[in-house]
């Protein structure tokens, strides 16, 4: 059973190109959250979502970013016009179905690392 | 969420148990305590969870104090690869509540 899958592993985009950052998770799973992690610093919680709708997004930015998780296919973090600050790792996890408390388990990817040159 | 706090580093001798400790006084009935570390450059890592009872699993064991106010994290032979930062969670179950916060951690450093 794959693990969840994040590509690229490196991205590099100039100052106000767009960013995509895409993430499959693990099979059967249906959540999935999107971290960032800047250099030398904390994950940050920034989104969660669930096939076709997003449940929190209380840690995105306000602008420039936005993520989607459709019927079909990866989950996608967009970055639009890129800054020097957007320079951080992202990392995608995914988790099953929360309908019991018997403690399920979020699995992360490998991460997505992102330079703004 | 409940926060919890860790030491913000030690160091283990190769082969030797590490225990890593977290205080969670505030924690409620129905959260999770979950250990996940991160190794340089690496996603974080799932080790293991509990409610109430100690767990163990191949990568390590988990001590819940009866009050559920504390838990450490053993980590039977510590190798070099153990070399990490550890996070202790407390996690709730709910629409909004499931995502994981990560606090500061503990950087493990294991010598030879």
């Known amino acids: 059973n794959a693990g969840v899958m994040q590509n690229p592993r490196h991205l590099v985009r100039r100052r106000g190109q767009e960013a995509r950052l895409r993430c499959s998770p693990m099979?059967?799973?249906?959540?999935v959250y999107w971290y960032r992690q800047l250099p030398e610093e904390g994950l940050k919680f920034m989104v969660y979502?669930?096939?076709?709708?997003?449940?929190?997004e209380s840690g995105m930015p306000k602008e420039r970013f936005s993520a989607e998780f459709p019927k079909e296919g990866p989950s996608i973090l967009r970055i639009q016009q890129v800054v020097r600050g957007d320079s951080a790792a992202y990392f995608c996890?995914?988790?099953?179905?929360?309908?019991?408390?018997?403690?399920?388990?979020?699995?992360f990817g490998e991460g997505s690392w992102l330079t703004v040159v | 969420d409940a926060k919890t706090t860790q030491p913000p580093s030690m160091d283990c001798a190769e082969g030797r148990a590490a225990n890593l400790p977290c205080n969670h006084s505030?924690?409620?009935?129905?959260?999770?305590v979950y250990w996940y570390r991160q190794i340089h450059s690496q996603g974080p890592q799932y080790i293991i969870h509990?409610?109430?009872n100690n767990e163990t699993n191949e990568m390590a064991s988990l001590i819940i104090t009866e009050d559920r106010k504390s838990s450490t994290l053993i980590l039977p032979h510590a190798t070099l690869r153990d070399t990490a930062v550890y996070y202790c969670?407390?996690?709730?179950?709910?629409?909004?509540?499931?995502?994981?916060?990560f606090g500061g951690g503990t950087r493990v450093l294991v010598k030879p």
């Open positions: 996890a995914s988790s099953p179905s929360t309908g019991d408390f018997s403690g399920n388990t979020i699995y």
């Open positions: 099979k059967g799973h249906s959540h």
């Open positions: 979502l669930q096939k076709e709708n997003i449940i929190d």
């Open positions: 505030t924690i409620s009935g129905n959260e999770y």
């Open positions: 509990g409610l109430k």
């Open positions: 969670i407390v996690r709730v179950f709910g629409a909004a509540g499931n995502k994981l916060t």
